[in-house]
């Protein structure tokens, strides 16, 4: 019985931490402080931080309030159990110990995001209107995603010479979807995609295909086929702070997308050409000619290397590398479509730290 409420308590004991670690802050004397619980403020900017990256939309402001109420009872009672925890010095059970030192990188991972990304979008009245001018029409667009710049200059080619985007788009983009949707990505609004795509494709008139752009998925060529008013777009009022969200997630994007090439930068990811040799040697030896053009070079079946080929270093960096093997499986999880091939060494020197940020910066 001892053993299972110490469990119990533990779990609520880390669930606070995390929620904490997340979502509160310092207190400082320009938030209100509405609760107090043994000496410990709870802020309404801890409650704001809550309720702002919860994204909920409420259908009045009874059920908003009552939300904001929630939140700030969880807030009390997360405190008194944390309390009542150290009243019983379950800090010094090795068992939280363990966990509590297991989550600290995750709570500097946290910090970090907080000062480099959260702490410096701030957003102002003149962003949020001009997003909202930019919500007036949706457009319904098709699109191919390539590797590479030429790869998309030769398909546009193509298509000036009066080819069928839909045929094009099935037979040559990389977009998995493309094979049944024909590239089509129906009506989009301003900010419903990476805003290196939003930005080119709203500059096209219906009927207009674009020159090849870039985005941080690959190449693509858009097609506008058609611009009609945004029926979802209601009064400025009433879509403010919905609109302030948006532009605020915008900005924290491109924070990340900056601050992360600055690391990639610091951190240098070392890709060991030779293993990448070795895979698509081995390829070359396992399948058909015919079978390897289908093939896309990024694919290798982790089951056809013994023990020692999978432990092959892949990358290296300071103070760790990932093994041939660690690669194979976790590309599994990532889209095919942005998958780097084994040969394009800088484009895997970016995937794999993106695979393992959190290693690289905690280390």
């Known amino acids: 019985m001892r053993n299972r409420y110490f469990t119990w308590l ?7 931490l995390i929620l904490f670690a997340g979502g509160c802050s310092d207190g400082g004397d320009e938030s209100p402080v509405l609760a107090k619980v043994d000496g410990a403020k709870i802020t309404a900017k801890d409650m704001e931080d809550i309720y702002n990256r919860s994204r909920a939309t409420f259908a009045s402001f009874e059920e908003e309030l009552e939300n904001r109420r929630a939140i700030l009872d ?61 919500l007036e029409y949706k457009l319904d667009v098709s699109h191919m995603l390539f590797n590479d710049k030429d790869s998309a200059l030769a398909i546009l080619d193509s298509l000036r010479a009066g080819a069928s985007f839909d ?42 295909i674009s020159e090849p752009f870039q985005s941080r998925f690959g190449w693509h060529i858009a097609k506008v086929h058609d611009r009609v008013p945004n029926e979802t777009r209601t009064s400025y009022k009433r879509m403010h702070d919905q609109l302030e969200r948006a532009v605020t997630g915008t900005k924290q994007v491109a924070l990340l997308d900056d601050f992360s090439k600055l690391l990639k930068q610091k951190y240098p990811i070392k890709i060991e050409q030779a293993t990448c040799d070795y895979v698509n040697h081995r390829r070359a030896a396992i399948y058909p000619p015919q079978i390897l053009e289908q093939m896309p070079k990024s694919e290798f079946d982790i089951d056809q290397l013994d023990r020692d080929e999978k432990e092959l270093v892949l990358a290296t960096w300071e103070g760790g590398q990932m093994s041939l093997a660690e690669y194979l499986m976790e590309i599994k999880k990532i889209n095919p479509a942005i998958r780097p091939d084994l040969d394009d060494y800088d484009s895997l020197a970016v995937i794999v730290f993106n695979m393992r940020v959190k290693d690289i910066l905690t280390t």
């Open 74 to 134: 969880s807030l009390i009672i997360q405190r008194l159990f944390i309390r009542e925890a150290y009243r019983r010095n379950i800090d010094e059970i090795e068992e939280v110990n363990r966990i509590v030192i297991a989550s600290k990188e995750q709570f500097l991972l946290d910090a970090l995001y907080q000062r480099q990304i959260r702490d410096k979008a701030e957003v102002t009245e003149e962003e949020i209107r001009d997003f909202y001018d930019k």
């Open 167 to 208: 045929k094009l788009a099935v037979e040559h983009s990389l977009d998995p979807s493309a094979k049944t949707n024909h590239g089509s990505l129906g009506f989009i609004t301003w900010g419903s995609k990476d805003m290196d795509f939003i930005e080119n494709v709203f500059k096209l008139n219906p009927g207009e």
């Open 10 to 16: 533990i779990l609520l004991i880390i669930s606070g």
